[in-house]
C-alpha cells in the first residue's frame, strides 16, 4: 500500500484494496513516489497496460495537485497515439471501465 503522504493513505489505500480484490490477482498497487496519486496497474495482451489514479483529496484543487476523481489510463502497447485516458466521479464507475477494458482486451 501507499506510503506517500502526498497520496493520502488514509483515502488511497482502503479504495487499493478494494480495486485489487475485486477485479483479481493480476492487479496490483502501482503507486510510485512522482505521481500525484496512487494507482493499481496490470498488464494486458500486446505490451499494453491498464492503471486506474486513486483521488487523493475529498476536494478537487489543481494549484495544490488535489483530486477527488479517478483515473483510467489504457496504454495499448507500443502505439502511445492510441492511448485513452478517462476521468470518473466515483469508484464503481472507474471500476466498470477498467472491468469493461480487461474484458475486451483478453
Known amino acids: 500500500m501507499t506510503q506517500y503522504k502526498h497520496h493520502n493513505p488514509n483515502l488511497a489505500n482502503p479504495l487499493i484494496q478494494d480495486f485489487i480484490s475485486l477485479l483479481g490477482g493480476e492487479w496490483q498497487d502501482s ?16 505490451n499494453g497496460i491498464l492503471e ?30 492510441k492511448n485513452s485516458d478517462y476521468t470518473f466521479e466515483t469508484f464503481d464507475e472507474a471500476f466498470k471501465k477498467a472491468e469493461f477494458i480487461e474484458f475486451y482486451t483478453k
Do not use: Q
Open 52 to 81: 486506474v489514479y486513486m483521488p487523493n483529496s475529498t476536494e478537487w484543487n489543481i494549484d495544490k495537485e488535489e483530486f477527488n476523481t479517478y483515473a483510467v489510463k489504457f496504454h495499448h502497447g507500443s502505439d502511445d497515439n
Open 31 to 46: 503507486s510510485y513516489g512522482n505521481d500525484c496519486c496512487a494507482s493499481v496497474s496490470r498488464a494486458l495482451p500486446n
